[in-house]
Structures are given as structure tokens and as C-alpha cells.
């Protein structure tokens, strides 16, 4: 079995063998890789996003000479130009299935959760569990600053923001929202302007009997959100403070 991981240090395994790479510059170039699995990255592509403005003499040379030592850690067996690491016309491709590199494994995961968050919770609960427990610390943590490894930071943050709103979604849809409220109210703490997760908020307010707070959360991000962004709630998260409030006047005029 083969896996690549690097929501964390980086980390190989190739036919259920670890490989170990020491040296920054050919964890760069299997991260530039691993990013586009199947896809030829020209060597001029890769000069750019792991040298930078550090380009070597003769950089197209630098390059093949990363792609062998690289090759030469996760096959060292191999014949010829290795299986792993493909020579084309167009440049050097990774050939390993998506799911089998954990910045894409996760997002699979994380869309398989969010499409059993209504009618299975306890799945979707579970899923994006395992998605989480993918993160081992910072992702990129060994590798190399780039333009691109900044901008699938922000994606993977992203995603691991999700992952964190199903989880607590799945956990108040099974009526455990006491065990998640005092999680869910410092992820609004760190995220004061997500609606999704004030709404996720509310809704385990109200369902703890604890009604007065899940308006009043309501009203924090309304504020925050003219004062800030000049704009209204959405709709749906007014409907969400109309159907509390309605049922609050239905229980004490009854």
C-alpha cells in the first residue's frame, strides 16, 4: 500500500514500506507533485515554485537531479526510470491515485460527511471524525514556503473548518448537544463571522432549553456582521431566529 501524507510532516509509505526524506528540496518536489497527482509539472513549473527566486545554473538539470534522488528513495529497487515518478514530453508526474495522498484523501472524506450529514448523522459523525484525526500538526510542516503550498493552506483550512461543523452538526442532530457546546462556542470565538457556525451554535443553545442565549448569539453576529461587513444575516439564519422565537411565544402563551 502506498500513502503520502503531509497534513503534518511528511510522511511515506510505499508498499507498506516507510520512506524517509531528509533533504527540504526533494520534499518540496514531492509535495509540488503530490498536489497534481497524474499531472506532468514542467521543470520550469517546479524551478519556480521550489527554487523561487533561487533558480540554480543549468535549472532544468536541478530538477532531474532532485527527481533521481527522490526516485531513488521511494523505489530503490527500481529498473529504469521508476514507476512512481513518470517522465513525460510535458515534465515529471506522480503516479498515485488521489485518495492514496492525504490533502485529497481528506476532502473526499469530508464530502462523503457532508452528504450523510441528514440522513445518517451517526456516518457523517464518524467520517468527519476520521478526517480530523488526518491532521497531524500544520500542514506543510517540513516543506518548503511556495505560492502554492500557501494557497493549499488556506484550501486544507478550509476543509478542516468543515470537517469541524459536521462534526459538531452530527453531534447536535444525535442530542448531544451538551457535550459539543462549550466546542462549538469557541469555534464561533475563532470564527465570529461564520454564519453556518452560529447557526450551529443557536441551534444547541435552543436545544439545551437555553433559548434567551441562542437570540442573543444571533443578535452578537448581527451586529458583527453590519458593523463589519455592512451586510444582513442570511435569510436562513433569520428564518432560524423566527422559528425560536415563534416557538418561545407558542410555550408561554400555552
Same mark, same amino acid.
Given at each position: 500500500m502506498n500513502r503520502i501524507s503531509m497534513l503534518g510532516p511528511t510522511t511515506v509509505t510505499i508498499d507498506g514500506e516507510p520512506r524517509r526524506l531528509t533533504a527540504p528540496k526533494q520534499r518540496a518536489v514531492l509535495a509540488q507533485l503530490a498536489l497534481e497527482p497524474g499531472v506532468a509539472l514542467t521543470a520550469d513549473r517546479l524551478l519556480d515554485e521550489v527554487w523561487g527566486d533561487q533558480i540554480p545554473a543549468g535549472?532544468?538539470?536541478?530538477?532531474?537531479f532532485q527527481i533521481t534522488k527522490l526516485r531513488d528513495v521511494l523505489e530503490p529497487e527500481r529498473h529504469g526510470e521508476g514507476t512512481l515518478i513518470r517522465t513525460t514530453s510535458g515534465g515529471y508526474a506522480l503516479d498515485v491515485d488521489a485518495r492514496q495522498i492525504d490533502v485529497h484523501d481528506v476532502a473526499s472524506v469530508i464530502e462523503d460527511a457532508g452528504r450523510a450529514i441528514v440522513d445518517d448523522p451517526v456516518k457523517a459523525q464518524y467520517l468527519a471524525e476520521d478526517a480530523l484525526a488526518m491532521w497531524r500538526g500544520q500542514p506543510f510542516a517540513d516543506v518548503p514556503e511556495s505560492a502554492?503550498?500557501?494557497?493549499e493552506m488556506r484550501r486544507l483550512g478550509l476543509l478542516q473548518d468543515r470537517a469541524h461543523r459536521l462534526f459538531f452538526?452530527?453531534?447536535v442532530a444525535l442530542g448531544a448537544h451538551d457535550e459539543v457546546l462549550a466546542d462549538?462556542?469557541?469555534y464561533v470565538e475563532r470564527h465570529p463571522l461564520d454564519e453556518a457556525a452560529t447557526a450551529l451554535l443557536m441551534r444547541a443553545l435552543d436545544s439545551a432549553g437555553r433559548t434567551a442565549e441562542a437570540l442573543r448569539a444571533f443578535g452578537a453576529l448581527r451586529r458583527r456582521l453590519?458593523? #463589519? =461587513?455592512g451586510i444582513d444575516p442570511s435569510p436562513e439564519l433569520? #428564518? =432560524?431566529?423566527?422559528?425560536?422565537?415563534?416557538?418561545e411565544r407558542a410555550e408561554l402563551e400555552a
Open positions: 535549472g532544468a538539470k536541478a530538477v532531474a502554492s503550498i500557501e494557497e452538526e452530527a453531534r462549538i462556542a469557541r453590519v458593523e #463589519e =461587513l433569520g #428564518e =432560524l431566529e423566527m422559528s425560536i422565537l415563534t416557538r
